[in-house]
């Protein structure tokens, strides 16, 4: 079934100074559009396609001969569920059972930063860092390119991408900057709780 390209959930000069206009409108307009159509193109009169995009994502991960059709069905998975983690005066720290469990899980809520922080340091190259709760445990990963926690039975809370269009504009090749501004200021805490499974 074609999947819609969501509209971003705040304006586009919602996140400035932290992220620009300019910065969302390429990649909400251009990047995840593109990948969007894309995958309704690529999917069309396929057995697929009367899958919801999750079921297809994680049915052909690793079908060598869908490579082309994955990367777009994750990657507009991944942008739908970036935007929702990002708002206007968002960051801070998370309150109540999602609190408890990063600091059940984690130790301290600075040590999920740290774990965070380094992950998205430290994917090389283009890809994602992630808040996941895997066997009922929180935990920090990171993915390659497209791939997202989907794949490997998790469910994501938070994603950050790591893709330098994410944030080559607004902090150029300087992405610590912009992985700590992104958890400072622009986290919508609310919606990852809302992810934690009851
Ligand atoms: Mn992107």
């Not at 998790?154 to 269009?165: A, C, F, G, N, Y």
């Amino acid at each position: 079934m074609a999947y819609e390209l969501p509209p971003l959930p705040y304006d586009y000069n919602a996140l400035d100074p932290y992220i620009s206009a300019k910065t969302l409108e390429f990649h909400h307009d251009k990047h995840h559009a593109a990948y969007v159509s894309k995958y309704n193109d690529a999917v069309k009169d396929t057995p697929l396609d009367d899958k919801p995009i999750e079921e297809v994502i994680k049915s052909i991960f690793n079908d060598a001969s869908k490579t082309g059709l994955f990367n777009n069905a994750a990657q507009a998975w991944n942008h739908s569920f970036y935007w929702n983690c990002m708002k206007p005066n968002g960051g801070g720290q998370p309150s109540g059972a999602l609190a408890d469990k990063i600091n059940a899980d984690f130790g301290s809520f600075d040590a999920f930063v740290s774990a965070f922080k380094e992950a998205g340091a430290t994917q090389f190259g283009s890809g994602w860092a992630w808040l996941v709760v895997d066997g009922g445990t929180l935990k920090v990963t990171k993915t390659l390119n497209a791939e997202n926690p989907l794949v490997f039975g998790q469910t994501p809370l938070l994603t950050m991408d790591v893709w330098e269009h994410a944030y080559y504009l607004d902090f150029q090749n300087k992405r610590p900057d912009y992985i700590d501004t992104f958890i400072k200021q622009l986290i919508n805490w609310d919606f990852v709780a809302q992810q934690l499974p009851a």
